[in-house]
């Protein structure tokens, strides 16, 4: 029997970018799990919690909690919502009860960012993507500062057939988005995007890929006001081969959840 997989969507990839949910099904399919969607998932509660709300982000990661029981693996195609989900959720229960912090210390176990499942805990060795081209990877925030992830999107990339990557020269550095910040601070963020698609350009490559799309649409916007020719993907379109939709900022999004996945 294998394992069962929790996808859990996020709202951006479910609201704006439903592909890469997609993506993300085929490629932990590929790992060896059976992938479940629940329905009665929602938002992972990360907005309220950074405004400070913990009535509502507790409220959130409760049933969140609920909505994934019974699955060996709860899988994010975004560091920023498995950091929240991982790290953040147990930090709102630490004055609960000793059940309730248990079922919540049990559930942030099983959270897994996707490229790290794939690379780290399935430990995958091939890819069903393909694309001959040149991509930059940027390393997000979340990702990186707060879950440690960095090797693992490269060790993946290396097994596309085709993929060259392109380091930029601050592959770490911020994008600019931050959630709340681009929109209390319009114009650092903007200072800062503009740094980093200026880092992006110098690569030439024809990919900028990340693995939150948060930064992806900050970035790709950017990258399109200004007329530049690199086009934005999530990394998990990439690696699963999941293209026919247009580049972020570049075209309509034409993909739909319903019925994609097991439920």
Do not use: W
């Not at 909505?67 to 930090?91: E, T």
């Amino acid at each position: 029997m294998q394992p069962r997989a929790g996808l859990f969507v996020t709202c951006l990839v479910d609201l704006v970018r439903p592909s890469v949910g997609f993506a993300a099904a085929r490629l932990i399919e590929a790992a060896g799990c059976d992938v479940i969607v629940p329905q009665m998932q929602t938002c992972c509660g990360q907005p309220a919690y950074n405004f400070g709300d913990r009535k509502t982000s507790r409220t959130l990661a409760l049933q969140t909690i609920r909505a994934f029981a019974g699955c060996d693996y709860v899988v994010a195609p975004s560091g920023s919502c498995a950091a929240m989900l991982k790290i953040h959720y147990p930090k709102l229960f630490t004055d609960a009860e000793p059940g309730i912090r248990a079922q919540v210390a049990d559930f942030s176990s099983r959270v897994h960012e996707l490229c790290a499942f794939l690379a780290d805990e399935r430990k995958l060795g091939h890819l069903p993507g393909r694309f001959n081209g040149r991509v930059a990877y940027h390393d997000s925030c979340s990702g990186l500062r707060e879950l440690k992830i960095q090797s693992a999107p490269r060790r993946l990339l290396a097994l596309v057939p085709g993929v060259e990557l392109a380091e930029m020269a601050e592959p770490e550095a911020c994008c600019g988005f931050g959630g709340l910040f681009a929109e209390r601070y319009p114009g650092i963020s903007a200072a800062i995007v503009g740094r980093k698609v200026d880092d992006a350009a110098r690569t030439k490559a024809d990919l900028l890929l990340a693995g939150d799309l948060g930064c992806l649409m900050n970035m790709a916007g950017k990258l399109a006001r200004e007329g530049r020719p690199i086009a934005c993907r999530h990394i998990a379109e990439v690696l699963a081969g999941e293209m026919a939709d247009p580049p972020i900022a570049q075209g309509q999004n034409i993909s739909t959840t319903a019925g994609a996945c097991k439920t």
